[in-house]
């Protein structure tokens, strides 16, 4: 089974602290995501990487960057973390050729105080 | 930016009945359509898909109808059960070069016995 881990589910930052918010899969595929979930506005992408050292910005990447050095592993980062960034975030992969089904991971519940 | 619309936000069913889900969309480019199911706690998990070529798709008490004239598709869950409550995502992409999911804002079931 595709195994998509976050490496922490819950975390508790201040307002302007550096964060970051790791993923790991363990099917080796090309494409990665990172979403944020919000009650009634459902899943927006973040940014997503489709290579190892390549990014693509997503709906929402304002107050947020990405790392993907390794092909499994894919990060998160809040530069300076603020109240409105207190949400869900889920990470996923995908196996190419892309467009179809993703592996989510379990979340990490990030609030920001 | 594309669109997904989803209905409705909350859904209630008695035990043994039908839910019923609707999705909407606007870009003709879209050429497939999951539904993700996530349980509280959980990432969203894929629960079945369906492409243009087909009206129709079963898979056990899962059904996913497909409209493309008037660019809509459904899910139904006969016989519903209070396993089956969830929130569910409908989602569009766009071709074998897209790397995106757009996902729509996600149903509440509720299945009550």
């Known amino acids: 089974d595709v195994k998509v881990t976050q490496s922490s589910r819950y975390l508790v930052k201040r307002t302007g602290e550096k964060v970051f918010l790791e993923c790991v899969q363990d099917m080796d595929h090309e494409n990665m995501f990172w979403y944020r979930q919000d009650p009634g506005l459902g899943l927006r992408l973040i940014y997503f990487s489709y290579d190892v050292k390549m990014k693509e910005k997503g709906d929402i990447p304002e107050g947020y960057s990405v790392s993907r050095e390794k092909k499994e592993r894919f990060s998160l980062i809040l530069e300076s973390a603020s109240t409105n960034q207190t949400s869900m975030y889920l990470c996923?992969?995908?196996?190419?050729?892309?467009?179809?089904?993703?592996?989510f991971g379990p979340g990490t519940r990030l609030t920001v105080t | 930016q594309q669109q997904v619309k989803q209905s409705p936000q909350s859904l209630i069913v008695q035990k043994g009945g039908i839910s019923i889900i609707n999705c909407a969309y606007e870009n003709t480019a879209f050429d497939y359509f999951p539904w993700y199911q996530q349980f509280p706690g959980k990432g969203p998990a894929l629960l079945i898909a369906?492409?243009?070529?087909?009206s129709e798709k079963k898979e056990g008490r899962f059904t996913i109808s497909f409209n493309k004239s008037a660019k809509q598709f459904s899910l139904h869950i006969m016989d519903s059960q209070p396993g089956d409550s969830a929130t569910y995502f409908c989602a569009a992409s766009a071709g074998a070069g897209s790397y995106q999911l757009t996902f729509g804002k996600g149903t509440k079931l509720s299945v009550i016995p």
């Open positions: 369906i492409r243009p070529d087909v």
């Open positions: 996923a992969s995908s196996p190419p050729p892309t467009g179809g089904e993703q592996y």
